[in-house]
């Protein structure tokens, strides 16, 4: 195995970095207001608004469990990621119009009007610590992937990503996150079509031919030949261990919700020009979702049969090794900027999302009649403050990840957040017959019974309702709950079954409030 780094390797990397830096210099002399900053003035184009929904649909995250996932089960991981397809579709046919008509300033404004002022700001209050979590999980795995690519200590790798995803979100707002979106783009892109073919021809030459086996073509099916011979079996069934199709069905409700409600992801939608594009940009997406995966994870299919034996608390690791065991020069310096790509662009939307939410929902709330600069201002203290607050979190969740992988730990985390904040979300743009009071009931509720199932599988006899498949039906059961609860305790006055009225009226809703 190749160690450590050549020169050209961490030229590429600078190199990258200084680009995405740029590109946030650039956009900080275009973005005059708040507006501009979080893509309220609905002007960004649907192919880029599209490319940047992809690249903010994963990160690091990928490399590191849904590859640890391919070396162990195979096929599974491109089971797992097809779910977001019609999970996307869904959201270009029933979601797309809503979210643009409902959204103002902000991911979560329209809560304001289809239930209370008081539940957005909770919801914007209680909403972050998940926008948090996910971050600082995301920023981990790309800790883990540097540490091991790199030789980086994990302290200084997020420290210094963690550091430039701020900068460039904090100089150029929305239009500099979708630039770098697209540019992180096209460097995964070389990265991914490049890869399986240098894999293919590594599994050529551990066949009984060696380093005698073909070049080109030949050499390219002979090395397809050694990896169908020699895989276990089972290595193309879509589901595998405890990944059963139960857990697929739990997962999709999971990916599902969280695409359809995430503040990055819906910022996306109300951020292009028209209603049309919004759907065209949910097409794209769900394309690049289908033809993806099974491209993305055959290097860490293929390593099973040329670096076997990984032990399983290495495998979140699988891809930066066989990267250095088959890349040339200057490439492995290609694919630890695609990894942070995959994670900056992620973190950046999430980060000017999270911003919009609070300045929008909490300062803009409290303030007096700001200016339009004093606006530029909070908006720029906010995303420093969110990136913060994900580095600092992220350092605590390495100590608290414990024996957990990170695709079980970030499932444990959206079992418990997600439901309580998609359900009334959803509910909000599609539902008359919940009150206005009913929102708070079911956000407040939901996290309430989800944290007490979190507490009690602390007992080693009940751990299994901490799993996905359990705690995230539970949450969900316990949130839609609450809300129709709510809904009989706090019944709607007159005026306000016709503020629900005309808010659904205007966003195209469904029935008639109650």
């Given at each position: 195995m190749k160690a450590g780094l050549a020169f050209a390797d961490y030229a590429v990397i600078a190199v990258f970095f200084a680009v995405m830096l740029g590109v946030g210099v650039y956009y900080s002399r275009k973005s005059k207001s708040s507006d501009q900053f979080f893509g309220n003035d609905k002007s960004i184009p649907w192919w880029l608004s599209g490319v940047s929904f992809y690249m903010n649909s994963f990160s690091a995250l990928a490399f590191v469990m849904y590859s640890a996932l391919a070396y162990k089960f195979g096929w599974v991981p491109v089971t797992v990621s097809w779910l977001s397809v019609p999970a996307v579709l869904l959201g270009a046919w029933f979601l797309a119009v809503r979210w643009r008509?409902?959204?103002?300033?902000?991911?979560?404004?329209?809560?304001?009007?289809?239930?209370?002022?008081?539940?957005?700001?909770?919801l914007a209050i209680l909403g972050l610590p998940m926008q948090l979590l996910d971050n600082a999980l995301k920023l981990l795995a790309i800790g883990t992937v540097v540490g091991v690519g790199m030789g980086f200590p994990l302290f200084w790798s997020i420290c210094i990503s963690g550091v430039i995803i701020v900068l460039y979100t904090f100089l150029g707002g929305l239009k500099a996150t979708l630039t770098c979106d697209f540019i992180q783009f096209l460097v995964i892109l070389a990265v991914v079509l490049t890869l399986p073919f240098l894999c293919l021809e590594r599994l050529a030459a551990c066949g009984p031919q060696g380093a005698a086996a073909p070049a080109g073509l030949a050499g390219l099916a002979e090395?397809?030949?050694?990896?169908?011979?020699?895989?276990?079996?089972?290595?193309?069934?879509?589901?595998?261990?405890?990944?059963?199709?139960?857990?697929?069905?739990?997962?999709?409700?999971?990916?599902?919700?969280?695409?359809?409600?995430?503040?990055?992801?819906?910022?996306?939608?109300?951020?292009?020009?028209?209603?049309?594009?919004?759907?065209?940009?949910?097409?794209?997406?769900?394309?690049?979702?289908?033809?993806?995966?099974?491209?993305?994870?055959?290097?860490?299919?293929?390593?099973?049969?040329?670096?076997?034996?990984?032990?399983?608390a290495e495998m979140n690791g699988v891809y930066a090794l066989l990267c250095r065991e088959v890349l040339p020069v200057g490439m492995i310096g290609m694919v630890i900027a695609a990894m942070f790509a995959a994670t900056m662009s992620s973190l950046?939307?999430?980060?000017?999302?999270?911003?919009?939410?609070?300045?929008?929902?909490?300062?803009?709330k409290f303030a007096k009649n700001p200016s339009a600069s004093a606006r530029m201002v909070a908006a720029r203290i906010a995303t420093i403050a969110v990136g913060g607050?994900?580095?600092?979190?992220?350092?605590?969740?390495?100590?608290?990840?414990?024996?957990?992988?990170?695709?079980?730990?970030?499932?444990?985390?959206?079992?418990?957040?997600?439901?309580?904040?998609?359900?009334?979300?959803?509910?909000?743009?599609f539902v008359r017959g919940f009150s206005k009071r009913s929102g708070l009931c079911g956000l407040v509720g939901g996290i309430a019974v989800g944290l007490a199932i979190f507490a009690v599988g602390s007992a080693p006899s009940l751990a299994y309702l901490r799993e996905m498949v359990w705690i995230f039906p539970?949450?969900?059961?316990?949130?839609?709950?609450?809300?129709?609860?709510?809904?009989?305790?706090?019944?709607?006055?007159?005026?306000?079954?016709?503020?629900?009225?005309?808010?659904?009226?205007?966003?195209?809703?469904?029935g008639a409030a109650k």
């Open positions: 008509r409902a959204a103002k300033g902000s991911p979560i404004d329209y809560i304001a009007e289809r239930y209370t002022p008081g539940m957005c700001r909770t090395g397809f030949r050694v990896f169908l011979e020699r895989v276990p079996t089972g290595f193309f069934d879509f589901t595998a261990g405890k990944y059963t199709w139960v857990y697929m069905l739990v997962f999709f409700c999971c990916v599902g919700s969280a695409l359809s409600t995430n503040w990055s992801l819906v910022q996306r939608y109300y951020s292009t020009k028209s209603e049309k594009d919004a759907k065209k940009m949910a097409y794209l997406v769900a394309a690049l979702l289908f033809i993806g995966p099974p491209i993305f994870f055959f290097p860490a299919m293929a390593a099973r049969v040329f670096l076997p034996g990984i032990p399983e950046a939307g999430n980060f000017n999302a999270a911003a919009a939410v609070v300045t929008n929902e909490l300062y803009l607050m994900v580095v600092s979190l992220t350092f605590v969740m390495q100590y608290a990840q414990g024996a957990d992988d990170l695709f079980n730990l970030s499932n444990k985390v959206f079992g418990v957040f997600l439901p309580p904040i998609a359900i009334p979300m959803l509910c909000g743009v539970a949450t969900a059961v316990a949130t839609v709950a609450f809300l129709a609860l709510g809904s009989l305790v706090f019944s709607d006055s007159e005026r306000e079954r016709a503020e629900v009225n005309a808010f659904m009226d205007r966003i195209g809703g469904v």
